[in-house]
């Protein structure tokens, strides 16, 4: 089948194999070019511009950028991939995934779980991208140091944990530039606050992508955190940072439901720390040891990053974490928060551990706590007899805690979704809060960096 007014483009359900055909950057331009290709069909080219990026004058790090592009290649090619699900995948340069076999193969099946699950589709029955011997094997050569200035290039979302995150990287003392993927003003504008430049980088995916998208082809969730690490890797490289940091929270490891047949999705897993650590492997094995990729907030809960954020009053009126205002193509809402999803359901419950029913209201425009509709939402968030929604969100059982706390407090527990959900609660265990609350182990920060954020009482993941 052809796709309509484009004869030069097959429906990509219906072909053999998907290939990586090339990738480039041209340094006059600042900006990168991803191809690829199903079969012998048009090939799909992304487009990723870095802003005033200079070209390092040192031959290091024009090799640790070419591999760092590379793999990008690999990892963006998951959003094109996903339109055909082909069992067989070739590589045009097999050396730039010399190594990468297994981190791929667990890239696209676990982060194209939720896809796969909504699609009805056997992703990992698919999946299977060929196994190439060591990249210093194959190119006789390893990752070489690259001596960049300790300084950080900061994840940024419209929400409150890159809010948090950025906050406690500043109070350390490290220089920083906060950086975002996309045109989202809202980011823009909380960045702005902040009294901080921000950081653009642009990415355009192929035009063909859509065509296929609207006429028929496999379409669904993608790890996009996973491409935007690549991306923002790329951007260390290029522009002379040490510190790639994301804001994501403990949370993240959460399961975010099992199948019948024990099988274990996690929305969020390209947020997890099994990535995390994967991704590291990466960098440190392929582009350089001297770049440190992590997450500042691993250690929290949401519940405590909230915490920490409900003292952050100036960004109260600007920060939103509702997801329809985050989309390459700018947001989809005319206010900050729809009052209707999972992400705004939990933003509430959780501020109001921390912040009055005015308070709540006024960020929001909202009292979601109070709207009998609503119940129905925060009992998944809770994991009553529902699923927990596929979405950033906290863990059932910080949900559970929060609405248990809130009972106890006569300014909330009159509150419609209080009142019906606290009946519920009696059957289900509910965490200690302030267990909750406390920092845990489990983390990737730098040693260097623990004292000067002041997590000196907790250990690396890796010791």
Excluded at 64 to 81: D, K
Aim: charged share 20%.
């Amino acid at each position: 089948m052809k796709i309509a007014n484009r004869p030069d483009i097959a429906d990509p359900r219906n072909a053999r194999s998907f290939s990586f055909t090339a990738c480039a950057y041209d340094p006059g331009e600042g900006a990168a070019t991803l191809a690829y290709r199903f079969d012998e069909g048009v090939e799909l080219v992304e487009r990723i511009t870095f802003p005033h990026a200079p070209w390092p004058p040192e031959a290091s790090r024009q090799a640790a950028f070419q591999n760092a592009l590379e793999i990008l290649h690999l990892v963006a090619g998951i959003s094109y991939y996903k339109s055909g699900l082909t069992s067989e995948i070739h590589y045009r340069n097999p050396q730039s995934a010399a190594g990468l076999g297994e981190f791929l193969n667990r890239l696209y099946i676990d982060g194209l779980a939720e896809f796969g699950y909504v699609n009805q589709l056997d992703v990992a029955g698919r999946v299977r991208f060929p196994a190439l011997p060591d990249f210093d094997e194959m190119s006789g050569s390893k990752p070489s140091s690259l001596l960049l200035p300790e300084r950080a290039l900061v994840a940024m979302g419209g929400g409150k944990d890159s809010l948090v995150g950025l906050d406690l990287v500043q109070k350390a003392g490290i220089e920083v530039l906060p950086i975002c993927i996309g045109e989202s003003s809202l980011i823009r504008d909380t960045v702005k606050s902040t009294g901080l430049p921000l950081l653009q980088i642009r990415r355009e995916l192929a035009p063909e992508l859509k065509l296929m998208n609207q006429a028929g082809a496999w379409n669904g969730h993608v790890p996009v955190t996973a491409i935007n690490s690549a991306i923002l890797l790329c951007a260390a490289v290029l522009y002379g940072f040490r510190y790639v940091i994301f804001s994501n929270e403990r949370s993240a490891d959460e399961v975010t439901l099992v199948t019948e047949d024990g099988r274990e999705i996690n929305h969020q897993f390209s947020k997890s720390s099994s990535f995390e650590s994967a991704f590291r492997t990466v960098i440190a094995s392929r582009v350089s040891p001297d770049i440190e990729y992590f997450s500042v907030l691993r250690p929290f809960s949401e519940l405590g990053i909230v915490r920490h954020f409900s003292g952050m009053k100036k960004y109260h009126a600007v920060y939103s974490s509702c997801n329809r205002n985050f989309h390459l193509d700018g947001s989809r809402l005319e206010g900050r928060w729809c009052l209707d999803c999972p992400k705004c359901r939990f933003a509430a419950l959780s501020l109001a551990l921390f912040l009055s029913p005015a308070e709540v209201s006024k960020i929001q425009g909202g009292d979601l706590l109070d709207v009998p509709a609503q119940v129905d939402g925060f009992r998944a968030l809770c994991r009553l007899g529902r699923d927990k929604p596929f979405e950033c969100v906290g863990e059932a059982g910080e949900s559970r805690a929060a609405l248990a706390a809130l009972g106890r407090r006569k300014e909330w527990s009159g509150h419609a979704v209080v009142r019906a959900l606290l009946p519920e609660l009696g059957r289900v265990e509910i965490p200690s809060m302030s267990e909750l609350l406390q920092p845990a182990d489990r983390h990737f920060i730098p040693a260097e960096l623990l004292n000067r954020l002041g997590l000196a009482g907790t250990s690396h993941a890796d010791s």
